[in-house]
């Protein structure tokens, strides 16, 4: 299983660009990204998935080099309603590998967006 | 509305008092699975389902039960809770198998208290 690595903490401020990595050294092929966002007390929400290279969608960016190792969430001009955990997960999104079924989120990032 | 609905939102219970909290999705999706959530320690999986009559362990299975009868319901059963299982609760389900397309989509959690 992918174990991944996040920075604890971090703070911006409103407008800004903010940029999360995630280390995943030991992915395997059959591997895809996945960051969601967690406000307190509520579950968490799917953000973005990509399996390599760029992924964007209306809310935020997803970078994968070419080696897979780690990927970096970012997120254009931030608000304070982003403050927020996020977190990276790395696992199968389809059948196949032998441990598909067991997903380990990583401790995650706790962004805070000042105004 | 597609959503995971959890019942009951807050429980709290006395040790050895046998409990159920019950997990429904209307996605059609065959993977289920049930995390909890303590401060510090993130989420962490308890058992996951692949499917109807198919559930395996997560990382933290101690102390718990599941059962798929129905492709739509998975409830988590404590036959024996104990203050150590005081935690916040969380199902989430996928299409296919793993994280499928969209990723988890999570409920919105269950906060219990055992004193």
């Known amino acids: 299983l992918a174990k991944t690595t996040q920075p604890i903490s971090m703070d911006s401020y409103e407008g800004q660009e903010v940029n999360i990595t995630c280390s995943h050294n030991n992915i395997a092929t059959n591997d895809y990204i996945t960051w969601y966002q967690q406000f307190p007390s509520q579950g968490p929400r799917f953000i973005i998935q990509g399996y390599k290279t760029k992924v964007t969608n209306e809310v935020a960016s997803l970078f994968i080099p070419a080696d897979r190792k780690s990927s970096t969430l970012s997120l254009p001009r931030v608000s304070l309603s982003d403050t927020a955990v996020y977190y990276c997960?790395?696992?199968?999104?389809?059948?196949?590998?032998?441990?598909?079924?067991?997903?380990?989120f990583g401790q995650g990032t706790i962004l805070t967006v000042h105004p | 509305e597609a959503q995971v609905t959890q019942n009951p939102r807050y429980l709290i219970t006395v040790t050895g008092k046998k409990l159920t909290v019950t997990c429904s999705q209307n996605?059609?999706?065959?993977?289920m699975s049930w995390y909890r959530q303590d401060p510090g320690l993130g989420l962490r999986q308890i058992y996951y389902s692949m499917n109807v009559e198919v559930t395996d362990k997560g990382d933290v299975p101690e102390g718990y039960k599941v059962s798929r009868k129905e492709k739509r319901n998975f409830p988590l059963i404590l036959e024996s809770p104990s203050p150590n299982q005081t935690s916040l609760y969380f199902c989430?389900?996928?299409w296919g198998w793993g994280q499928g397309a969209s990723g988890y989509t999570f409920g919105s959690g269950t906060r219990l208290t055992v004193v």
């Open positions: 997960l790395v696992g199968p999104a389809s059948a196949g590998g032998t441990s598909y079924g067991k997903l380990t």
């Open positions: 996605m059609n999706h065959e993977y």
């Open positions: 989430a389900s996928s």
